[in-house]
């Protein structure tokens, strides 16, 4: 667990960081979210032991991290840096490998995290024996998370990792990083402007203004429930209300009817897919099935609206 | 004296390194039997080419000279550099880099006037001499070569966990070692023409012949010694350009 408690960091007159605590479990993706200059960075940096907080303190398994050599510290939390900063007299594969050499793998063990980590991440081989200076920003910055990830650290933290991807690029990352995210439950903390992007990605989102945590949970929750103003217009573009029929299944909306013909809709698809395929159907209506073909309920348009009584 | 020693070696660049070593090493062992040229340049000189010490001989004392008070200034130079680039020697890095700048327009045979008083005459004022002017073109040179790291580098390589020694050993020395290799090449050079001065303290090196040919109006003596330390200004001008290119 990383435990931030109380912590305040001032740059000059100004309050970078004022008073915050954060919990994040192990296992979390949580995403830091908020305007420009509102401390995603400064915070995320101070989870590394990169800045130092002035007040309050921040501990990683109930450990003080001011108590811990920053470097043993470092080399166990992988970090994706806002200006990518690759090794420009390195190639890209020595870059890849910075971690794994700090740690003293054995060669043959460097030689296959390489493999693994240029498939997980997508890097074309090709690559690997250039120099950073001979790839595109958005190249260069898939290098910079596939070195975050070498190390096979617990902790991973990301400041604006994608921003420089194209679209397709960015969802195939997006996607990659879902996927190591489940399958090792690795603790991420993940900082990004792009209100859409945090609420793809995160389990716990931690929405930032001015060095404060304006409100924090699930994408859900912060969807349902925005707290305050700035909350409500910071996700305002993205249709709230639409965007959480992403986070219901069909199931849980349903009536118990299996007689009326309807186009079939599975029990376990989102409310967002239902409503897409009343649209693409122009039916009000879908017949609900499980995943055997068996027809358990019914689905209307109503429903979508309002929870039917009794489900 | 860097402009002199540097506009010949520019211009030859691209003459290959031993067509220039060859001519170089004909000058300084080949010098004696060119008595007869210098003796149809200056007939009414009677002794036309310098045979007080060989010109192999002053050759070797002036690279003595050289080296040693390069490598002397590498050594202060480079480790000045990196402890006012630290953390720890931060504060100090406003005055130094002004001292580089300030003390580079001070001339070398005032501080060879300097340091004779200290150190009495011979080799010893000429390498003090040597040392403390070469030391600032290494001095600025690194520092400049420290600068240049990019910042998100240096980051990255903390944020990834490297020491402070491996942050300067593998990233920033690396990186900065362009900018050092071409205050070295500087003060090399630099140190090549200023050694000559050394004679007029005592100190054997290729600038006792022009000394003395200027002393004694021997115009000869001193095209004889200017051509030799051109000659060596230019070749290892060269040497450090090839070494250059192969290092990159
Ligand atoms: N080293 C520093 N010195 C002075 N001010 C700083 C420093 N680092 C950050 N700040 C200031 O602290 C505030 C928070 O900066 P931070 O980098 O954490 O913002 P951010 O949320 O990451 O913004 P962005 O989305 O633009 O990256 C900003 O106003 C910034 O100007
Ligand atoms: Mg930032």
């Not at chain 1, 200059?37 to 398994?61: E, V």
């Not at chain 1, 958005?138 to 070498?150: F, K, M, P, T």
């Not at chain 2, 691209?14 to 007869?36: E, N």
């Amino acid at each position: 667990m990383i435990e931030v408690d109380s912590v305040s960091k001032t740059f000059g007159a100004l309050k970078a960081i004022d008073g915050l605590s954060l919990k994040v479990e192990d296992g979390t993706f949580c995403t830091l979210v908020g305007p420009s200059g509102c401390g995603k960075s400064t915070l995320l940096r101070m989870i590394n032991a990169m800045i130092a907080p002035d007040t309050g303190r921040i501990s990683l398994r109930g450990a003080d991290i001011a108590t811990l050599p920053p470097d043993q510290l470092r080399r166990g939390i992988g970090y994706v840096i806002q200006s990518v900063g690759l090794f420009p007299h390195w190639t890209v594969a020595d870059n890849i490998l910075t971690v794994p050499r700090l740690l003293r793998w054995p060669k043959e063990k460097c030689a296959k995290r390489l493999d693994e980590i240029v498939a997980l991440t997508e890097v074309d081989p090709a690559w690997l024996s250039r120099y950073p200076r001979q790839l595109s920003g958005g190249q260069q910055q898939r290098i910079g998370v596939a070195r975050a990830l070498a190390g096979d650290p617990d902790i991973i933290l990301m400041d604006e990792p994608f921003s420089a991807l194209d679209p397709p690029s960015r969802a195939s990352l997006q996607a990659a990083m879902r996927r190591i995210h489940a399958q090792s439950k690795k603790t991420i903390i993940f900082v990004t402007h792009d209100i859409d992007e945090a609420l793809k990605l995160g389990t716990q989102i931690v929405l930032l203004n001015k060095g404060r945590i304006a409100q924090t949970g699930t994408p859900q929750e912060i969807l349902a429930r925005p707290k305050d103003e700035f909350v409500e217009t910071f996700i305002g573009g993205t249709a709230p209300r639409l965007r959480l029929l992403d986070f219901e299944p069909v199931s849980t909306r349903m009536r118990p009817e299996t007689n009326v013909q309807a186009p079939p809709i599975f029990a376990d698809a989102s409310l967002k897919d239902a409503l897409n395929l009343m649209l693409s159907e122009s039916c009000a209506m879908l017949a609900v099935q499980d995943r055997d073909g068996r027809r358990v309920g019914t689905l209307t348009v109503a429903d979508l609206i309002e929870a039917p009584h009794g489900s | 004296m860097e402009a002199e020693a540097q506009s010949p070696g520019a211009r030859a660049a691209h003459w290959p390194f031993f067509l220039l070593l060859t001519v170089f090493l004909a000058a300084v062992f080949l010098m004696p039997s060119t008595a007869p040229l210098f003796h149809w340049l200056f007939p009414d000189l009677l002794r036309p080419v310098y045979t007080r010490a060989s010109f192999f001989e002053l050759t070797v004392a002036h690279c003595e000279l050289v080296f040693a008070s390069t490598a002397v200034a590498a050594f202060i130079g480079i480790g000045t550099a990196l402890y006012v680039t630290r953390q720890s020697g931060k504060e100090f890095l406003p005055l130094v880099s002004a001292l580089a700048a300030i003390g580079q327009t001070f001339p070398p045979v005032a501080v060879l006037a300097l340091a004779i008083p200290l150190l009495g005459y011979g080799a010893a004022p000429t390498l003090v001499a040597l040392v403390l002017y070469s030391t600032l073109p290494i001095l600025e040179a690194t520092i400049a070569g420290l600068y240049a790291v990019p910042g998100s580098a240096r980051d990255a390589a903390l944020g990834l966990g490297f020491s402070p020694a491996g942050l300067l050993w593998r990233i920033e020395l690396p990186l900065a070692a362009p900018f050092i290799f071409a205050g070295l090449r500087n003060a090399t050079i630099i140190n090549i023409g200023t050694a000559t001065i050394g004679s007029s303290v005592g100190a054997l090196s290729l600038g006792s012949p022009i000394l003395e040919g200027l002393s004694a109006s021997n115009p000869a003596y001193v095209i004889e010694g200017a051509i030799v330390v051109s000659l060596l200004a230019v070749v290892v001008d060269r040497a450090f350009e090839t070494l250059e290119q192969a290092l990159n």
